[in-house]
C-alpha cells in the first residue's frame, strides 16, 4: 500500500526547483506576509498558505525531521505550531524549554522549541505560530497548567488580574525564545520561519450563547505579543457560521476552522470579511476519540477530496489540522464537557484516548494514507509555485514491528505503595481536598496521575459510603487493602456504577465479607483522566480529586482524611516500584485493585528497531483492564479496555539494544504476558456515507453512551 502511494507521489512528479526560502527573500526581505485584496502575500509575492498542523509535543524528537520532509513532500510549505502553557512552565516561575529536565518531555528532547523552528528553517518550511496562553488541541486543560488551580478563586482566559500576570510572564519568556525566529522584523532579525501568529484560539466559543465575548482580554495578549518582539501578521480562527467575529479583535486576520458544511462556512468568512483573503486555519481532515466511544471517528478519502476541492475553489489558503496527529503521551490527554453554550449532556464529562491519530493523512507511526496522496494531487493542481519550489521524495516511514510476548510480572500493589510513600507526598486536612489544592510542589498542587484518601473507620456489611458532589474523576475503594468496588468497564456502568465521575452523591454499600469492625483501613483512590480542553467559562474550574463535598459513612460527615499523592510526572515512576521485587509472584496478577507490573524485552545488537504498539484489545489481552504504560521511565499514555483505541503506540526512539524495562500500572486486572503487534486498532469504524452537504454537526460529538 505504501510503495502504490509513494508511486502516486512520484507520478505527479518531484520538483528540484527553486528553494522556498530564496524565492520569497529574492532581494532582501523587505516585508513579512501580509493580507490584502483577497490574497497573501509574502515579501511582495504572492502566497498560497499550505500548511499542516505539526505539534512537537506529540511525536518523539528523532522524528521531528523526517514528518517535516513528509510535509514538504506532499505539497506543503508551511507548518502549524501550538505551544502548550503546561508543559514549558510546568511549576510556577520554572520554565523549561528542554534544559530542566522536570518531566519526561524535557528530559527526552520534546521541549527544545528553539531546535525545532532551526529545523523547520533547515527544512524550508515556514511557520504559523500559535502561543496560547490557551491552545485546545485536545491537550490536558487545553494547555493551561493545573498549578493556577491552586489559587482561588481563578478565572481563566477573561480580563482577570491573576490569570493575565502568569499568562504574561509566561508568554515574554516564550517570545524571547523565538522572536528571532521570525521571517521579517523591522530592526532585528530576518529569514525565520515565522510568519504568522495567533491571538488565542477559538475565542469566539468562550462564552454562552451571542452574549459579547471579553475583547479587552485579547488586546490584552496582543499587546503582550507585540511588546514581545512580535512583528507578524497577527489573526484569530473560530467557527464562522457558528461565532461570526466575537472571538477577532481590532479586524485583525479573521480565519476559519471547520470540517463539514464547507461552502456554508467559506460563504459565511467572505460575508463577515469580503476583503480579505481566506485561511482555513483548521480544515479537520478526521477527528479524535474518546474513551468509552462505541467508534473510531474518521473521514472518508472521498469526502476530504470534497471538502479540500471546495476549499481550492474558494481560492483559499489552508491548514490540515491534523496532518499528522500523534501521540497523548503521558497523562497529557484532554477531555471534553458534551453539550452546547452551557446546556449539558449525560455523562458530561468525556476523556480523550491516548492516540490522536486523527485520522490524518500520516498515521500516529508516520505512515502514508490515501489522503496523503489525495493532498499531493490536489497541491499539485492548485498551488502556482508547484512546478517552482523545490520539494523532496517522501522519506520512508519507521519500521513496524511486532516483537515477542514478554512475561510480565507483579512488582508493587497500592498497599505497599502508601506504605513506602516518602513522606512529602502526604499531607493531613479535615475536608477532603483536590490535588490541585494540596500544598506540594512549592505551592503548585498535584497536577496528574493519582490520589488516595485514607482514613481509619468502622465498617461492616450494609454500611454505606457516599461522596457528596462528583467524583473527578474516576475512583475504586479498597478496604484493608482490598478492593471492593466494582470495575468500570463499559459505557452503560459511566451512569450506574459507583466510582464514575458521571454520578452525583455516589454511594457504595459494603459488600458481606467484611468484617474488619471497628479496625477498617479505607482507601479511595481516585484517578485524574484529563482536564476538559474547550468549553465555557464555568467549566474551567476542573479540580481533580474529591472535593465538592463531604465523605460520609451511614449518613455522618467523616472528616480528617490522609491524602497520598501519586504522580510519577514529577515524583518519578520510581514512587511505583518495590525495593523487594520477590514479594510478589505470578498469581498476583489475578486480584483485583491497582497493581504494577514489571517486564523486560531483550534486544540483540543486530535487532532491527522500530515502532510498535501495545496490544491491549486481542482475543488473549482482555485482561489489561485500565492503566498506563512506562517503557524505559517514559509514560506512553494511557489504555483502557473500553475502547474504542486497542493499541498503544510505543515509539522505537524508546527503545535500544538491550534490556527494556516495561512497566504498566492496572488498575484493576492485568496479565503476566505483554504483547506486541505492528498493526494499530484503534476501533471499528462506524458506517457512514453522508457527504459534505448532509452534515450539520459543528462539534462533531458524536459519543453514545446513553
Aim: charge should be negative; charged fraction near 20%.
Amino acid at each position: 500500500q505504501i510503495l502504490g502511494l509513494l508511486f502516486g507521489v512520484l507520478l505527479v512528479g518531484v520538483c528540484q526547483g527553486v528553494p522556498l526560502y530564496d524565492y520569497f527573500s529574492e532581494g532582501g526581505i523587505t516585508q513579512g506576509l501580509v493580507a490584502e485584496n483577497n490574497e497573501f502575500y509574502l515579501n511582495g509575492k504572492p502566497f498560497k498558505i499550505l500548511s499542516g498542523s505539526l505539534h512537537y509535543f506529540r511525536v518523539h524528537p528523532d522524528y521531528w525531521r523526517t514528518r517535516m520532509q513528509q510535509y514538504k513532500a506532499a505539497g506543503l510549505n508551511t507548518l502549524d505550531v501550538y505551544v502548550p502553557w503546561n508543559l514549558h512552565e510546568p511549576r510556577k516561575d520554572e520554565f523549561d524549554f528542554g534544559d530542566l529536565g522536570l518531566t519526561q518531555f524535557s528530559k527526552e528532547g520534546f521541549l527544545n522549541i528553539t531546535r525545532f523552528l532551526e529545523m523547520a528553517r533547515e527544512e524550508e518550511m515556514f511557520v504559523i505560530f500559535r502561543p496560547g496562553p490557551y491552545i485546545c488541541g485536545e491537550w490536558e486543560f487545553g494547555g493551561l497548567p493545573s498549578w493556577l488551580l491552586h489559587e482561588y478563586p481563578m478565572y481563566f482566559r477573561m480580563s482577570y488580574g491573576p490569570y493575565e500576570d502568569r499568562a504574561e510572564v509566561y508568554m515574554l519568556q516564550l517570545l524571547q525564545k523565538v522572536k528571532d525566529f521570525q521571517f521579517y522584523t523591522e530592526n532585528g532579525v530576518k529569514g525565520g520561519p515565522i510568519i504568522m501568529t495567533q491571538i488565542e484560539n477559538e475565542y469566539g466559543n468562550y462564552g454562552y450563547s451571542d452574549y459579547p465575548r471579553d475583547k479587552e482580554h485579547l488586546r490584552f495578549l496582543k499587546k503582550v505579543l507585540r511588546f514581545g518582539g512580535i512583528e507578524s501578521l497577527l489573526f484569530t480562527s473560530d467557527t464562522p457560521s457558528s461565532t461570526a467575529d466575537w472571538g477577532n479583535v481590532d479586524y485583525e486576520l479573521m480565519t476559519a476552522n471547520f470540517k463539514w458544511n464547507s461552502e456554508k462556512e467559506l460563504k459565511r468568512i467572505k460575508e463577515i470579511r469580503p476583503d480579505a483573503p481566506i485561511l482555513v486555519s483548521e480544515y479537520w481532515p478526521g477527528w479524535f476519540d474518546h474513551w468509552f466511544e462505541d467508534n473510531h471517528n474518521t473521514l472518508s478519502d472521498a469526502d476530504f477530496r470534497t471538502i479540500l476541492g471546495n476549499i481550492f475553489g474558494a481560492n483559499a489558503s489552508v491548514n490540515f489540522y491534523m496532518f499528522f496527529g500523534g501521540t497523548n503521551f503521558a497523562y497529557m490527554n484532554g477531555a471534553n464537557i458534551l453539550g452546547y453554550s452551557g446546556v449539558e449532556v449525560p455523562p458530561v464529562y468525556v476523556p480523550d484516548v491516548t492516540s490522536y491519530d486523527y485520522d490524518a493523512p500520516i498515521t500516529e507511526s508516520g505512515q502514508y494514507t490515501a489522503k496523503y496522496n489525495s493532498t499531493v494531487e490536489m497541491i499539485a493542481e492548485y498551488d502556482p509555485l508547484y512546478n517552482l519550489i523545490d520539494r523532496p521524495l517522501p522519506p520512508t516511514p519507521a519500521k513496524l514491528v511486532a516483537y515477542p510476548d514478554i512475561e510480565m510480572i507483579v512488582v508493587n500493589d497500592l498497599t505497599s505503595i502508601l506504605a513506602n510513600i516518602p513522606a512529602e507526598f502526604i499531607k493531613e486536612y479535615e475536608k477532603p481536598h483536590s490535588m490541585e489544592e494540596i500544598d506540594i510542589f512549592n505551592g503548585n498542587g498535584q497536577s496528574y496521575g493519582y490520589i488516595v484518601y485514607r482514613k481509619e473507620v468502622s465498617l461492616s456489611p450494609g454500611s454505606k459510603i457516599t461522596i457528596r458532589g462528583h467524583i473527578r474523576d474516576l475512583a475504586q475503594i479498597m478496604i484493608n487493602g482490598v478492593m471492593v468496588s466494582e470495575p468500570i468497564l463499559s459505557s452503560v456502568q459511566l451512569l450506574t456504577t459507583f466510582g464514575s465521575w458521571a454520578i452525583r452523591d455516589s454511594q457504595f454499600v459494603v459488600p458481606e465479607g467484611i468484617n474488619c469492625g471497628e479496625s477498617c483501613t479505607l482507601d479511595i483512590l481516585v484517578e485524574n483522566l484529563g482536564r476538559a480542553n474547550f468549553g465555557v467559562p464555568h467549566t474551567f474550574n476542573q479540580k481533580k480529586g474529591i472535593w465538592e463535598g463531604d465523605i460520609l459513612i451511614d449518613d455522618k460527615v467523616v472528616d480528617n482524611w490522609t491524602h497520598f499523592m501519586l504522580d510519577p510526572t514529577f515524583s518519578g515512576e520510581d514512587i511505583f516500584r518495590s525495593n523487594d521485587l520477590n514479594k510478589f509472584d505470578r498469581t498476583a496478577a489475578e486480584s483485583l485493585g491497582f497493581k504494577v507490573f514489571l517486564g523486560v524485552l531483550t534486544l540483540g545488537e543486530d535487532t532491527e528497531i522500530g515502532d510498535t504498539f501495545f496490544d491491549f484489545g486481542c482475543d488473549a489481552c482482555q485482561d489489561w483492564s485500565h492503566g498506563a504504560v512506562f517503557v524505559n521511565d517514559f509514560n506512553v499514555g494511557r489504555y483502557h479496555t473500553a475502547g474504542p483505541q486497542q493499541t498503544l503506540y510505543i515509539p522505537g526512539a524508546l527503545l535500544k539494544p538491550g534490556e527494556n524495562y516495561i512497566s504498566v500500572l492496572e488498575s484493576y486486572h492485568g496479565s503476566n504476558t505483554f504483547k506486541f503487534t505492528a498493526t494499530p486498532n484503534y476501533g471499528t469504524v462506524a458506517a457512514d456515507d453522508a457527504t459534505d452537504k448532509d452534515k450539520e454537526n459543528p462539534l462533531d460529538m458524536n459519543i453514545n453512551l446513553i
